[in-house]
Structure formats: C-alpha cells, structure tokens
C-alpha cells in the first residue's frame, strides 16, 4: 500500500526558505506525477505544482517565482523549496501521488511562518 | 486564473439526498476538466472520492456519485450516513495541466 510522508520543519522564519521531502514507501516512484498542495483556512486547498520522476516540473503560476521542485528516484523522495515566505504560506502542506484515478494524500504537515 | 466555485455549507437529513456542486468562471465544466471530489474529515487529510468525472475510488461507498449537470460537476449523495459528514472539495484541470480547487462544501448530516 503506497503511503508518503512529509518531513521538514514546522516552523520558518518570514523571508527564509520553506523546505520539505515527502518519502515515498510501498510503490514505485516512477511513473507517476508528485505534486505538492497546501491548505489554509483562509484559502482552502491550493496546489503547488507538480514534478514528474523525470524531473519535470509544472507549478502554479502564482508561486511559481518563489518554487523549486526536485526528485531523487533512488532514495524514493521529491522534495518542495518554497523561498521568501511570509506569514501567508503558513499551511497545511501536503505531498500527493497524482495519477489517473486522482490523489493519493500524504498525511500532511503544518508548517508556521514566524517573524 | 479561473475560479472554482463551490456551496459553503449544505445539510443533509440522514438517509437524504443532497447534491454537491463545482463551477468554473470560465464557462461550462466539462468532462476536459477531469472533475475530482475529496471527502476530508476533521483532523486528516483529504481522500479522493471521485476522479474523471465519474468514477469512484475503491474505498468509496456507493451510495456517492459524480455527474455533469447544468455545465458544472455533480456530486450526490444518496441516502446519506451520519460518517458521510464531512469537508468535501473539488478540483477541475485548466489549460498548462494545472488544477483548480474549489472552497469547499461543508456537509453536515442532522
């Protein structure tokens, strides 16, 4: 059974640099689409962007100044670089594995922007 | 960037029938949208309900269902349970292969 689990810090100082890795256990990473959506009372679902296994990306246009995207197939993880944060990207973050039947969910972690 | 509108809250006897609904500012939702549903409970992640439109994942009871209705996508619910309360989002897919999710219905069964 494929389960993804997110780690990085829960908390990032305004104007650093948001960095998270979703692990991918109990499937394969290739073929697949990895995507990466945050939730915020606020603003609801939103998603981030995608990267394929081939390290092909595709982001939201309005983050996309401010996000990297990267995949290691060999250790079986991709991994989400949000820079220049502000209190607004505090969030709910979630990475999925996005195929034809839709999402499958990693648990999620919150992660709070301080000043 | 298009909008993706759904209804904030809705209520729902139990055993009743409510139809959830997702809209697009850009005009009719059509099957190109690729609609998704999400059921999310309290305290987890969201779960993929239904995906393409129509179908539904494994785990999903069968009393849910996905449709095009009146240019937006239809998810309905027949014969509601106490469990099916819960946050349900949709998602439709824009040109560059990018998703849009809506805000959410809030689905309470009373």
């Known amino acids: 059974q494929l389960q993804l689990q997110e780690s990085g810090p829960g908390r990032v100082k305004a104007s650093e640099t948001l960095s998270l890795t979703c692990t991918v256990s109990?499937?394969?990473?290739?073929?697949?689409?990895w995507s990466w959506i945050r939730q915020t009372p606020g603003k609801g679902l939103e998603w981030i962007g995608y990267i394929y296994y081939t390290g092909i990306t595709n982001y939201n246009p309005s983050l996309k100044t401010r996000v990297t995207m990267s995949v290691d197939t060999s250790k079986k993880q991709f991994s989400l670089a949000l820079h220049s944060v502000t209190a607004s990207d505090t969030a709910v973050y979630y990475c999925?594995?996005?195929?034809?039947?839709?999402?499958?969910w990693g648990q999620g972690t919150l992660v709070t922007v301080s000043s | 960037q298009a909008v993706v509108t759904q209804e904030p809250s809705l209520t729902v006897s139990p055993g009743g029938t409510v139809t959830l609904t997702c809209d697009s500012s850009?005009?009719?939702?059509?099957?190109?949208?690729?609609p998704r549903w999400f059921q999310q409970k309290p305290g987890q992640a969201p779960r993929t309900l239904i995906y393409d439109t129509n179908n539904k994942q494994s785990w999903a009871p069968a009393r849910f269902s996905g449709s095009l209705l009146g240019g937006k996508a239809v998810l309905a619910l027949s014969g509601a349970q106490a469990e099916d309360e819960a946050d349900y989002y949709c998602s439709l897919l824009y040109s560059g292969g990018r998703p849009v999710f809506g805000g959410g219905t809030k689905l309470t069964v009373l």
């Open positions: 109990g499937g394969s990473i290739s073929p697949y689409y």
């Open positions: 850009t005009g009719p939702v059509t099957s190109a949208h690729y």
């Open positions: 999925a594995r996005d195929s034809s039947e839709g999402y499958i």
